[in-house]
Structure formats: C-alpha cells, structure tokens
C-alpha cells in the first residue's frame, strides 16, 4: 500500500529483480538501483507527472480522488488500479484550464525512475 506523510508518497514491498521494485500491492515500479535491502520506495509528489506517459518507465491508469487548488500549485490524491493512492502536485502552469480534472477524472500518471529513493 502506497502511503504519504507529508509531501512524499512511499511504497512498501521489495526488490523484484533489476531495477525493479515490487510494492505490497503488486505494483511494478522501474528504479535505477540494484539493492536488494530496501524495504520502501519514496516518490516526490513534484516528481510525478498527470497525463501521457512521456515516454517515462512508470506509467499507470489512475483515478482523481482529492483535488485541493493551492494557488501555485494544485494537489492530487489519485488512486491506481492496484489500490495504492499516490498525491500529485502539480504547477499551475503545467496543467490544462480548458480541461480541470475533478473527482473521478480517470487519468494516466507517470514518473521517471530517476525520481525514486528507496529507504531501509
């Protein structure tokens, strides 16, 4: 299960073979690590991005659960398909005006495994 205290969002599970980490639910994230101690994954909000995959490894269906608009920024709380809840926050800017996601808006999420820590 995906949790996120603050302004991370952390993954437990394991390694599940190079550069692979498989969290609790099943979930298949791409890393560039090959250590086999870690326990949990943390992935920055800011890191993570709405829409198509951009060519990224990790790139999941999603739906919006909580929208919070932060003048800046906007934060989401988006669930995936295995269960996992991820939070979002995104620039203003990089968002659509004429396309407002709201609750329930099934969208694609997606972050480079570059943007992955893993922690014991």
Do not use: K
């Not at 995906?2 to 980490?21: D, E, K, M």
């Not at 890393?31 to 709405?50: G, M, N, W």
């Not at 995959?53 to 790139?59: E, K, P, V």
């Amino acid at each position: 299960m995906a949790n996120f205290i603050g302004r991370i969002n952390l993954f437990t599970g394991a390694a599940a073979g190079p550069q692979c980490f498989r969290t609790e639910s099943g979930l298949d994230i791409m890393i560039h690590s090959t250590s086999q101690d870690e326990r949990v994954l943390a992935v920055r909000p800011e890191r993570v991005r709405l829409g198509s995959d951009y060519g990224m490894a990790n790139s999941f269906p999603a739906t919006v659960e909580f929208v919070s608009y932060l003048g800046a920024t906007t934060e989401y709380v988006v669930r995936l398909a295995s269960g996992d809840l991820v939070a979002v926050e995104l620039h203003n800017s990089e968002t659509d005006p004429t396309e407002p996601l709201t609750i329930g808006s099934r969208i694609v999420i997606n972050w480079d495994p570059n943007a992955c820590q893993l922690m014991t």
